[in-house]
């Protein structure tokens, strides 16, 4: 592996810095084989267990792929940052976060028993299932299909084209997912859902089997990092204080019950699904020596195989280690 | 009140953010009459309600202080995040991060409950009561008056003078906090503890009545906007892993179980104690316009009316008018 | 009120009693007024809130009734000792046990958080919802009609005629008991169910929507007090170790989250239901005096008004006046 | 093993029976091997695990006795029964089931969190830690000595002379139950306690180290089993109402977080120490045919060998076994 007390102060072309990302991604490859690919879906269990990619995308242009860059998997838990996002653009941020909290939760994603111990019984945050159903129900539309035009047209607008909805996904997750649907009836139950439960889940089901590429996954991220704006055309696509505010979300609550370690390690805000994808965002940063994309950036990795909290093994590591070497922490 | 939209681009002085503080500090001065007191003991139940105070101090010696800034109160749980650097600095990150997790919870501070849910029964996170008293058992020394020297010394390093310990309060919190004791109790059962469990309460509660103003805690605000290095000297005080570290910390647990709310609408690293003081800290940022302190600054607060959850209520809503006109958020 | 202190030795007729249990009644219909009639669906709305009716039924023939007898009502929690028994005796009590635990849980009997705290997620037992519903899963039969059918015949061997399910109540319930849905779909992902969710939900709200009177049950309590024997016939209609296995679940968790308070005040096995019923069972007992119903006899009291629990307010306080009187506790 | 399928009718001499009983005895010491003697303080883990006795004394002074007989062990959690016991006398029982529920918890007898997770925070019962300490702080008297006073008097009432109190026990049970002095302190913060947490502390470890052989325990199991009168001269020792209670707890609480299957495949009031100790209680029973100790009996095994609940492998076999046979369920 490439060192990496590299002097960036000269000549750190983007060569340079593929060299050492295809380095690294050669290293940490090896950690696929410490996971596990998801297995609750008989769709997600095709994946390869082998894989880690990586795309970085930075403000004037700047990228950097390597890997398995072209592998199409579906978005998953990564959706629930664009539903919620969406829904504060339709509803505002105040009225969103009167129905959703956006405390940390130590519990698994799934849970339920949180709901059942807070008196409020509010779900705790958009991005553990229960607050993301909550957000599905929330979206403007009478239909599933209603719900997720402006979802789609967003990220038309950002990768320049409509993802398709993987449906042999879509399918299996709405057989399966019998936790979520006993999420739905909880919260329906307890007055959180403002449509109608089967819509809701549905749409929860076709957000999560939206199929992306990290590519693609990073160009949002190089949205979120530049506060919502194209830094391409400076165009507003999500208003700055809706970026914002999902940047601070991901960094307390993105990578399920490890979102604290990750904090603390990685250090920029970042979002985990269960297919194996990361979406991650560095801002700029003050630094008093040049460094790689210091105007922030957007990235994504893919690694299928997941640890225990669910998040890519792989891709968790690869992510620590750039973080570190080229002192992308927001801290 | 003087409204938010300055031109700080030009003519931006000291005294002109003065007067804007000063505004600010008497429109949110009201929001006192909202909390209550900290009354579990009797030594804070004399603090008087009507107290807000403020105090920032930049990079370059700029200082803006307003309102009830010469109120000597104890630190409190401010002085988590402060053991922690030291138990950092003595046995090393790693050590640190085997014993307590860094995980936010969703309980409140005093919860023992999460340590029985977890199958580990290891301490979410060092600024909860259980992990502060995991913490403190680890401090190196067999007396408290030994385990504090250290953390004592380091505060004179910043501050330029030995803190004082409140004995009054310190009493009283030694015969008052039997939830404390208990968790104390509950950790040595479960082997977390380093020390002898009455030295590391007594520890605990020295530690906690470290008096302090909000000059003190703006000062240390600084360092570790600085990544540990006092700014005037450039001398590190704090290693720069440990100060990132207890900003990240900071910024997913520190208060209490409005930590996520505090990220998504203030945005920045911040600690609240219980007596009505918050540390904050402002990293550098980028922005396209000047702002305030975009160097980085420490900040603290007084103001001992409590909301539910522990949190000074206008101290709060002070740091989150401050952080949105001059855009603080490291989001 | 006629006080208790009667002499049962002598002249005890069946006329004394009634007269006693006349007064009882009238006394303890007051109580009535503290409780509250079940809400959740519009037909158990609306009861009668004053209402309140007692039946007893002795080995040979006595019988007592008083107050608000004729009033049909849904048996619903009730039933969940019927499926039990019904389950028992196709599958066998080992298979049963082996499915669904039979510890009390200290939690409302709706609760979903039991499930997850605990490493098996096996249901608590077999008359709390989440057990009740699994229950219902193992009976026998692809629909819920053929699932019903031997607890229907059971029923109509007891009390002599096929009772009714009541439509209105079973309609309201399979739309509005979301949290039943959500508790069966938590069960069908931890592979408790043994059928089809929609047949097992489908099930369960219609035998909880089986129409009885006071009499109906009472007669129920007396097969159980006579350990599953007839008197009259001395046929036997349910196993002996069906009918005590039953008694011992009714004791330790018949009276949801009160029934170690009813354990202890009361003394005997009782399953009360939200529409106001109780079923209650006086097994035979040893006394040094005579005393009524000594040989055993079974008991239904039906007061809509209900506490905190769930449980009827006057119905509790006019079973443990009558266990008292008479000295019916099992201890 | 001589079968069960006995003519009791005619010859159920007390030497038919002991002979059954040492079979029995014989059969199920097997079952020690399937469990571990308690290692948490030092003095227990020295108990034997191969031992089995058993002691069952009736009302007329009929006696069977076999297995290991004449060990000496420490009471522990079977105090809770007597010092429940003594408190209900002293307080009345009112008061005591305002200050303590009766409710089973369906946690372990050394749960803290379940005091945390209820609105109440009050002990769920007397039988689990957190209520008994809560009971002993309720004892008459200023300091340990004179809270036990009265229980030790009960005691040498009922068995004949005064239990001594294991010293070495006692101080190891002080020196290593930090989760009971964590209990307590919670307790003292929640305000259940009546007197100085230490003396109730003390009290508490001192009650548990009561010596005592399975002879003791049969002789309070028959007091019990007599609604509190000895039968022999008709004198009444515990009052019929508190003898009553203590044994619907018995029933619902008695056999940790087993007590709802020990209901149910036993069927009798119990309560079991961590020692290995187990005291039942056989009220009297009506039945078709003549059976052993119809008039009631008290019943005891030892058996240090533990399962995963804290419950004699053995013993709990054993009682399963004769309860089987001699149709002892109260049910």
């Not at 649907?181 to 919260?187: D, P, V």
């Not at 990290?214 to 165009?235: C, E, T, V």
Request: glycine residues 8%; contains cysteine; aromatic residues 8%.
């Amino acid at each position: 592996m490439v060192q990496g007390a590299a002097n960036w102060n000269t000549g750190m072309t983007q060569e340079w810095l593929q060299e050492y990302v295809d380095d690294w991604v050669s290293f940490y490859r090896k950690h696929t084989a410490e996971g596990e690919v998801a297995s609750y879906i008989p769709a997600l269990k095709e994946a390869n267990q082998d894989h880690l990619g990586i795309s970085i995308i930075g403000m004037h242009g700047m990228k950097i792929r390597s890997g398995d860059v072209d592998v199409r998997f579906t978005i998953q838990s990564i959706s629930k940052v664009l539903s919620f996002i969406v829904a504060c653009m339709q509803r505002g941020v105040s009225y969103m976060l009167d129905k959703v909290d956006v405390e940390p939760t130590g519990e698994a994603f799934n849970s339920i028993m949180h709901l059942e111990m807070k008196p409020l019984k509010k779900p705790f945050n958009p991005l553990v299932n229960a607050g993301a159903i909550t957000v599905s129900s929330m979206l403007d539309g009478e239909t599933s299909e209603e719900k997720l035009q402006p979802l789609l047209s967003l990220l038309e607008e950002i990768i320049g084209h409509r993802p398709p909805i993987n449906l042999e996904v879509y399918e299996s997750e709405r057989e399966s997912s019998m936790r979520n649907r006993a999420i739905g009836y909880y919260l329906l139950e307890t007055g959180f859902l403002d449509s109608d439960i089967e819509v809701t889940l549905d749409t929860y089901f076709k957000q999560c089997s939206i199929e992306v590429t990290i590519d693609d996954l990073a160009r949002i991220g190089l949205i979120l990092a530049n506060d919502g704006k194209d830094p391409d055309s400076d165009q507003e696509i999500i208003p700055r204080q809706v970026a914002r505010l999902a940047k601070a979300l991901m960094l307390t609550c993105g990578m399920y019950d490890a979102s604290g370690k990750f904090a603390a390690y990685v250090g920029i805000p970042a979002k985990s699904g269960v297919s194996g994808g990361i979406i991650a965002v560095s801002p700029p940063r003050v630094r008093n020596e040049p460094l790689p994309f210091m105007d922030g950036c957007g990235m994504a990795v893919y690694g299928p195989a997941l640890d225990s909290k669910g998040n890519s093994t792989a891709g968790i590591r690869l992510l620590r280690h750039i973080a570190t070497q080229w002192d992308l922490s927001i801290f």
